[in-house]
């Protein structure tokens, strides 16, 4: 492959992606919630929108799984819906909020959390 071909090939996937589509997004499967198995542990949901395909719920996933007490954050853009298994009390819904917000900036995504599942 030439470098020019390599370069439109970027160009193309970068404007894909500007243009608010996804890369490499993998087939959809379905996400269930998390189970409680402890004492402590409860399941909570809170309605996140702006999701789009599989790579949105990871970065979701992944900044949700990191809070306090969290210990299994799991999205699914289908539902609109993040379920997160907590062994304690569960972060504040600011406090999801700030992550989700975060995490719109930091992928530029239209993600926002609109209130409790």
Not at 5 to 23: D, P, Q, R, T, V
Not at 44 to 60: A, P
Not at 83 to 88: A, E
């Amino acid at each position: 492959m030439t470098h020019s071909a390599k370069y439109f090939g970027c160009c193309l996937m970068g404007l894909g992606l500007l243009l608010g589509g996804c890369s490499s997004d993998k087939p959809e499967a379905e996400v269930t919630p998390p189970t409680a198995t402890g004492p402590n542990e409860k399941v909570v949901s809170f309605k996140v929108t702006g999701m789009t395909c599989s790579n949105c719920e990871g970065h979701i996933n992944e900044k949700l799984a990191s809070l306090d007490n969290v210990k299994v954050a799991r999205a699914s853009r289908k539902k609109d819906l993040v379920w997160l298994l907590v062994d304690g009390d569960a972060p504040t819904e600011d406090t999801v909020a700030a992550a989700v917000d975060e995490v719109a900036k930091e992928q530029g995504g239209k993600y926002q959390l609109v209130g409790k599942g």
